[in-house]
């Protein structure tokens, strides 16, 4: 059965955004750049400099805890989660709602997240994006310069330098706070983990269970702070197949078997002391049109700029001078037609966490930003051409401002709720 669309909850429909009433606007006070100051203030060090979520957690919430276990499920949007039976249940009473950010990209999000900064302040805004230095459009996944053989950490520079500010895991109450981060063994250390994680220790694993028994371990070993556990399997099937699959839910529903294990696996007063949160990066859009940039219209752009960039279903439009402004986006408006629409910089610029005249946001964001509306995504060279009818294919896709790109669920239970429903 595939799971029924959530309804929009009264406090989110202020954030649709005027521009685009189909398109829904991030809210910085209370988006993903809120939760790692939440999580410090539930454990006794509330960053005073940062907005956090502890007043807007359900009642049933602890507000002081010992531990958190942080469950990041790349792209476990409301529509993933509802494949879990028992996820689902425990919202009733623990979960609440955090926006994502814009763009809903991977990078650009899980940024936010840990460095509990909008993007505009951490200084990733997206995913394929120009930087001066080195002047080009970047990968901000692998940290890596579109069409090089090695990423610019390999080469020996320093991507921490296109910070703006430090984030909340490099500040000095980092080090009241620890914490640590599993994920899997490939991007330990290497592109983005090297930006979003700060001081945190990072351990690797190979397959997703044996990082739920290490964090099992490290959850009894440690007797405060917080152990994350960043999962990419959602996402990654979710690209391929669509959230809108019943089969998806095999996934969905071995991580729920994974945290009912975690749960019953600690002493009852380690369970006690520790608080389960799980969050998202984004939801996902169903793609049914690809645009493409071949044969005249991509020759044209491409000449008119330079750069483009893409956050998924977001174009970021580079130009070489402001004089033909106009015309690329006269062209842009005409390829896309009401399938989206371009945007100056100064009226995208609040979406990051921008002022309209901020010179080094728009570096990055782009001097035009093009914004597709629900069900159409660019096609450009991240993801190929499928070859022949076995191929894998982009079925969905994120970057945009939709209702289930934009809101994701954030679960806030006691792992001890956890352990008394985990044989259920």
Same mark, same amino acid.
């Given at each position: 059965?595939?799971? &029924?669309?959530?309804?929009?909850? /009264?406090?989110?429909?202020?954030?649709?955004?005027?521009? /685009?009433? %189909?398109?829904? $606007?991030?809210?910085?006070?209370?988006?993903?750049?809120?939760? !790692?100051?939440?999580?410090?203030?539930?454990?006794?060090?509330?960053? &005073? &400099?940062?907005?956090?979520?502890?007043?807007?957690?359900?009642?049933?919430?602890?507000?002081?805890?010992?531990?958190? !276990?942080?469950?990041?499920?790349?792209?476990?949007? !409301?529509?993933?989660?509802?494949?879990?039976?028992?996820?689902? /249940?425990?919202?009733?009473?623990?979960?609440?709602?955090?926006?994502?950010?814009?763009? *809903?990209?991977?990078?650009?999000?899980? +940024?936010?997240?840990?460095?509990?900064?909008?993007?505009?302040?951490?200084? #990733?805004?997206?995913?394929?994006?120009?930087?001066?230095?080195?002047?080009?459009?970047?990968?901000?996944?692998?940290?890596?310069?579109?069409?090089?053989?090695?990423?610019?950490?390999?080469?020996?520079?320093?991507? %921490?330098?296109?910070?703006?500010?430090?984030?909340?895991?490099?500040?000095?109450?980092?080090?009241?706070?620890?914490?640590?981060?599993?994920?899997?063994?490939?991007?330990?250390? +290497?592109?983005? *983990?090297?930006?979003?994680?700060? %001081?945190?220790?990072?351990?690797?694993?190979?397959?997703?269970?044996?990082?739920?028994?290490?964090? *099992?371990? #490290?959850?009894q070993d440690i007797d405060h702070g917080?152990?994350?556990?960043?999962?990419?399997?959602?996402?990654?099937?979710?690209?391929?197949?669509?959230?809108?699959?019943?089969? !998806?839910?095999?996934?969905? $529903?071995? #991580?729920?078997?994974?945290?009912?294990?975690?749960? +019953?696996?600690?002493?009852?007063?380690?369970?006690?002391?520790?608080?389960?949160?799980? #969050?998202?990066?984004?939801?996902?859009?169903?793609?049914?049109?690809?645009?493409?940039?071949?044969? /005249?219209?991509?020759?044209?752009?491409?000449?008119?700029?330079?750069?483009?960039?893409?956050?998924?279903?977001?174009?970021?439009?580079?130009?070489?001078?402001?004089?033909?402004?106009?015309?690329?986006?006269?062209?842009?408006?005409?390829?896309?037609?009401?399938?989206?629409r371009i945007y100056d910089f100064a009226?995208?610029?609040?979406?990051?966490?921008?002022?309209?005249?901020?010179?080094?946001?728009?570096?990055?964001l782009g001097d035009q930003v093009a914004?597709?509306?629900?069900?159409?995504?660019?096609? %450009?060279?991240?993801?190929?051409?499928?070859?022949?009818?076995?191929?894998?294919?982009?079925?969905?896709?994120?970057?945009?401002?939709?209702? &289930?790109?934009?809101?994701?669920?954030?679960?806030?239970?006691?792992?001890?709720?956890?352990?008394?429903?985990?044989?259920?």
């Amino acid at each position: 059965m595939l799971p &029924d669309h959530f309804p929009t909850p /009264e406090d989110m429909s202020h954030l649709r955004w005027e521009a /685009e009433p %189909n398109c829904y $606007r991030p809210d910085y006070a209370r988006a993903l750049s809120t939760v !790692f100051p939440t999580i410090y203030s539930l454990l006794g060090h509330p960053p &005073d &400099d940062r907005p956090n979520m502890a007043e807007l957690l359900p009642a049933a919430v602890p507000r002081r805890v010992k531990r958190v !276990f942080v469950l990041c499920v790349d792209s476990m949007g !409301f529509k993933e989660m509802a494949y879990s039976p028992w996820f689902s /249940e425990h919202y009733k009473a623990f979960g609440t709602w955090v926006s994502s950010v814009f763009p *809903s990209i991977t990078s650009c999000a899980l +940024s936010s997240l840990y460095q509990g900064l909008p993007p505009a302040r951490h200084g #990733i805004l997206g995913h394929l994006v120009w930087k001066d230095f080195p002047g080009g459009v970047v990968d901000m996944l692998k940290m890596q310069v579109v069409g090089a053989r090695s990423s610019l950490v390999q080469s020996g520079f320093q991507v %921490n330098q296109w910070k703006r500010e430090p984030g909340l895991l490099e500040t000095p109450l980092s080090a009241e706070v620890p914490g640590m981060n599993l994920m899997p063994f490939p991007i330990v250390r +290497s592109g983005l *983990s090297t930006y979003s994680y700060g %001081n945190t220790r990072m351990v690797g694993f190979a397959q997703p269970v044996e990082g739920f028994t290490k964090a *099992s371990q #490290i959850l009894q070993d440690i007797d405060h702070g917080w152990v994350g556990l960043y999962l990419d399997m959602v996402d990654s099937l979710s690209h391929v197949i669509t959230h809108d699959a019943p089969q !998806f839910g095999i996934t969905v $529903r071995f #991580i729920e078997d994974c945290v009912r294990w975690l749960a +019953s696996s600690l002493p009852a007063d380690v369970a006690e002391e520790t608080l389960f949160l799980m #969050i998202a990066d984004h939801g996902q859009d169903v793609i049914q049109e690809m645009l493409t940039l071949d044969g /005249e219209h991509g020759e044209w752009l491409r000449s008119h700029t330079r750069g483009l960039g893409f956050s998924g279903r977001v174009m970021h439009v580079y130009l070489n001078g402001a004089a033909n402004g106009r015309a690329v986006k006269d062209g842009l408006t005409s390829l896309m037609g009401d399938r989206g629409r371009i945007y100056d910089f100064a009226d995208a610029a609040p979406l990051v966490g921008a002022a309209p005249d901020d010179a080094w946001a728009r570096q990055t964001l782009g001097d035009q930003v093009a914004i597709l509306h629900e069900g159409f995504c660019w096609e %450009n060279l991240e993801f190929g051409r499928p070859r022949g009818p076995y191929d894998t294919r982009l079925l969905s896709q994120h970057g945009g401002m939709t209702w &289930d790109e934009m809101f994701v669920p954030m679960l806030t239970a006691p792992m001890s709720e956890l352990a008394a429903t985990a044989r259920d």
